[in-house]
């Protein structure tokens, strides 16, 4: 075996509870795992990326990873960490979402099935689909105790929870369902560990001891911490909602900055987690860090690893042009450089005025670009104070009274941006 996974989980902070037994198990020979991972969209978020580099570390260990769809227990919801019941799907919905998320797990997993611990995805619809309630109850339900089933701490939590409604059936049998899928994987399969978020082990656990009382197995558990941030902010989370891996809904720009964004604790702490760099490396980064935090090496390097990992080296790229565009020193040709969806990104929340495209062909004059065709500035004289000042820039390049914008100044045949002084951008779109 290559590296000992336990070992590699703990020095990174991913280690939360292990079954006793475990690392002995893993190290004697390849084993076979699975992380469950919600099919409720079509696109994973960045809370998934701990379950995600889970799994990858665990096939680069030498092992072999599954990735389990819970298409057939999405269509009930997991009571772990929540308050309420989550929506139903379809199976459309389910194998539409299937494919987007076998997209995204497909950047850290090998799918390819050259190697013996290729990964593979499954679904535990494929499974459940054809199981009748009667034959559920009879092969499953019998052997679990209600009061088993109880002791649960998310089953206690909601129950004990003011704000709860109760539990349905529906969800109290989760616990059974996920349960049973560790016992199906272990028999058909020969998964013999299943892994996941903290929350998760009262459901793991259940699956190990149906393997012991149905296939007279032994099945091992092991979860990671459910990630916080130390300024006790949701991780994940910006103010426009979840951190997709999706482009489309996240772009790689945002993306980045998110991460550029994180707190220097945080850093230290995610740069173990979400990066592939070895020990050595990132002992030796923080350290750097430690000596000259201004710099924010940790926070650049894991924002580089990360959004090349889910998106692609092109795409940090353009992220770290535009972040130049925008914090940094700057020129025209940088700003010609990016794309209309990433400048647009940039550019959120810049006040924009639209001019006729024919009015920019003819030559627009500065005055008119700053008040009486944009309003920008309140009157025509403010106009040419500022521009006597010399703190006017067009396209990021300081400009006189006299200059005209033409369509050559055209970002994206449709943008022109004037900076007045450092803190006040304006965007021109041409209509």
Not at 120 to 144: A, C, P, Q, T
Request: with cysteine.
């Amino acid at each position: 075996m290559s590296k000992n996974f336990v070992e590699e989980l703990t020095w990174r902070g991913m280690l939360h509870d292990v079954m006793p037994g475990t690392e002995e198990h893993l190290q004697e020979e390849m084993r076979s795992a699975y992380i469950g991972f919600d099919p409720t969209s079509d696109s994973l978020h960045i809370g998934s990326l701990v379950p995600i580099m889970v799994l990858a570390h665990f096939q680069r260990c030498g092992h072999k990873p599954y990735a389990l769809i819970g298409g057939a227990t999405g269509m009930i919801g997991d009571p772990s960490g929540k308050s309420q019941e989550r929506n139903l799907l379809d199976e459309e919905n389910l194998r539409k979402n299937q494919a987007g998320v076998k997209k995204q797990l497909s950047k850290f997993l090998d799918f390819s099935g050259t190697e013996e611990n290729g990964a593979v995805l499954v679904n535990n619809y494929d499974w459940m689909k054809e199981f009748s309630f009667l034959e559920f109850v009879r092969h499953v339900g019998k052997h679990i105790t209600v009061n088993y089933m109880m002791a649960k701490d998310s089953v206690k939590k909601r129950l004990s929870s003011e704000s709860s409604e109760g539990m349905s059936f529906t969800e109290f049998t989760y616990q059974l369902l996920q349960g049973y899928d560790f016992l199906h994987l272990y028999k058909t399969k020969n998964c013999t560990l299943e892994m996941g978020g903290s929350d998760q082990w009262g459901n793991i656990t259940t699956g190990t001891e149906l393997i012991r009382r149905i296939a007279s197995g032994k099945g091992y558990a092991l979860t990671s911490p459910l990630i916080t941030k130390a300024d006790g902010t949701k991780f994940g989370k910006s103010e426009g909602g979840n951190i997709w891996l999706d482009p489309e809904r996240t772009s790689p720009y945002k993306f980045y900055q998110y991460w550029i964004n994180t707190s220097d604790e945080d850093a230290e702490k995610f740069i173990k987690i979400f990066t592939f760099l070895e020990k050595e490396e990132v002992e030796g980064l923080v350290k750097q860090h430690q000596e000259a935090p201004h710099t924010r090496v940790l926070q650049k390097r894991l924002a580089e690893e990360i959004t090349e990992m889910v998106h692609s080296k092109e795409d940090l790229e353009n992220a770290i042009k535009a972040s130049h565009v925008l914090f940094g020193k700057s020129t025209a040709e940088d700003l010609k450089g990016l794309d209309e969806k990433t400048f647009l990104d940039v550019f959120d929340g810049v006040p924009q005025a639209e001019v006729a495209t024919a009015k920019i062909e003819a030559g627009l004059d500065m005055i008119a670009a700053l008040a009486a065709e944009t309003n920008f500035l309140p009157s025509n004289g403010e106009a040419r104070r500022a521009l006597k000042a010399n703190s006017v820039s067009v396209n990021k390049e300081k400009v006189k009274e006299d200059f005209t914008i033409t369509t050559a100044d055209l970002i994206n045949d449709k943008y022109v941006i004037i900076n007045k002084g450092k803190k006040n951008t304006y965007i021109i779109k041409a209509v």
